[in-house]
């Protein structure tokens, strides 16, 4: 999410409130100096980069307060799409004054469909087929309101309207993952009193039944899930109320439904990463400046060969050749009087021959990156917001058009049409429930 800076907007108490309850993001802050943008990233909830020094400890609540001081009131500004060329050698990026090449042309368009019957964002969508299924979420929770949360589970089919099939105890920022024998495996979360949830839940969308299951090691939300080999479920980082669970993984056996922990080997600090299935059933974890590979013969870590760059909250998806495309903001080791420069790049990793390919200038800017990959092949990478077409021989081929509503839910079907339900309205504390459909052409 970007934040530009202004004479007017959010207080630093909304700021600091927004920031921990959206997942903890880093915050892009940027300004013009004399024609030349400069880009300093800062995790208020976190970790803190502030102008030539990257801290790697955990900030203080008050050292989040400090910073959002020191760079002024704050408005809520959109996400920019921007342009960019392609170049697979740094001497051609000119890093303290990125520039980006006209934007590749939109595909499809956002369709408006029906509302979900409660509003929520928070939650999470999965599709089924060509079914969506809208799970768990808040209903809203500004600064000086009760957090609630969501209990029930909505059901959308094609052509028809948003049914509820099912309830289950309420929570957000869990994950709900479509398993191979046809069920919905609903993991953590967090709930209106704050507590983060070891809860395990199986829905079955033919009976419209819930079925509690063992629950984790440790209660986590906004963690991650990647299906390993078909019979387990590896769960990997998150927050917890231990300040150090989110350097944790656990690994869930589907048959029993028993978990246990698989954190050894792990290390280091897992912040926003990504989880990449790969086709030989093992599952590649990307994080800020190191990849692992989780191997589901020995259920260990085994370290890869590391990223050319140190990436700012990577996304990754699986490309048809079998590697993985990588989109983040890499670091480029220089820095301006705003800060520390980075540029958004694409970089390609083949998991055969442990080796990073060529990058790629992308073209846009942001953060929170993502990574999907439909079911006709193609990839998407870009950020919460704008997603755009990735070809492994070709590059940038298709943008899709931005995002309709700020933190909704996304799904796709079998489709591969993509639909996004739910989010924030205006003020962002408030959810709301509309739904848009995407046909990519």
């Not at 697979?88 to 004054?97: E, L, S, V, Y």
Request: glycine fraction near 12%; hydrophobic fraction near 40%.
């Amino acid at each position: 999410m970007r934040f530009g800076i202004h004479q007017t907007g959010r207080s630093v108490k909304q700021l600091a409130w927004w920031c921990e309850f959206h997942h903890r993001p880093r915050i892009e802050y940027s300004w013009e100096r004399g024609g030349r943008i400069g880009t300093a990233l800062a995790q208020t909830c976190g970790k803190t980069a502030v102008g030539a020094a990257r801290e790697r400890n955990t900030g203080t609540t008050m050292t989040r307060l400090i910073l959002l001081t020191l760079l002024g009131t704050l408005a809520l500004g959109g996400c920019d799409s921007g342009t960019s060329t392609s170049t697979n050698d740094d001497a051609d990026i000119d890093w303290g004054n990125i520039e980006y090449p006209p934007e590749v042309d939109a595909v499809g368009e956002w369709v408006v469909g029906p509302e979900l019957i409660a509003a929520r964002f928070g939650h999470t969508l999965t599709g089924m087929g060509d079914d969506v299924f809208a799970i768990g979420g808040s209903m809203g929770a500004c600064p000086d309101q009760a957090v609630v949360s969501v209990d029930g589970i909505e059901r959308l089919v094609p052509g028809g309207d948003w049914q509820t099939v099912a309830t289950l105890p309420a929570r957000s920022r869990h994950t709900a993952t479509a398993l191979p024998d046809g069920t919905i495996l609903i993991v953590g979360g967090i709930d209106s009193d704050g507590t983060h949830l070891s809860r395990v839940d199986r829905f079955d969308p033919v009976t419209s039944l819930v079925s509690p299951g063992a629950p984790l090691t440790v209660g986590r939300s906004g963690h991650r899930t990647a299906i390993v080999t078909d019979d387990r479920l590896l769960v990997v980082g998150g927050w917890t109320d231990d300040a150090d669970g989110y350097k944790t993984a656990e690994l869930i056996d589907l048959a029993s439904g028993s978990a246990r922990d698989v954190s050894e080997g792990l290390g280091g600090v897992v912040g926003h990463v990504s989880l990449v299935e790969l086709r030989d059933g093992s599952v590649l974890l990307v994080d800020r400046d190191r990849t692992l590979r989780f191997d589901p013969a020995s259920e260990a870590w085994q370290v890869t060969a590391q990223p050319p760059r140190w990436f700012e909250q990577p996304g990754a998806a699986l490309l048809a050749s079998g590697k993985v495309a990588v989109v983040a903001s890499a670091e480029s080791g220089q820095f301006t009087e705003a800060g520390p420069v980075i540029a958004p790049m694409a970089f390609i990793y083949d998991p055969a021959t442990d080796t990073w390919m060529r990058r790629e200038q992308a073209p846009f800017a942001g953060t929170l990156f993502v990574g999907e990959t439909l079911p006709d092949g193609r990839t998407l990478l870009g950020h919460t917001t704008l997603l755009h077409v990735f070809d492994e021989e070709l590059g940038w081929v298709g943008r899709l058009p931005g995002s309709p509503v700020a933190f909704g839910a996304r799904a796709i079907t079998d489709n591969s049409d993509i639909i996004m339900a739910g989010g924030s309205g205006d003020p962002t504390c408030v959810a709301v429930g509309k739904t848009y459909r995407l046909m990519v052409e």
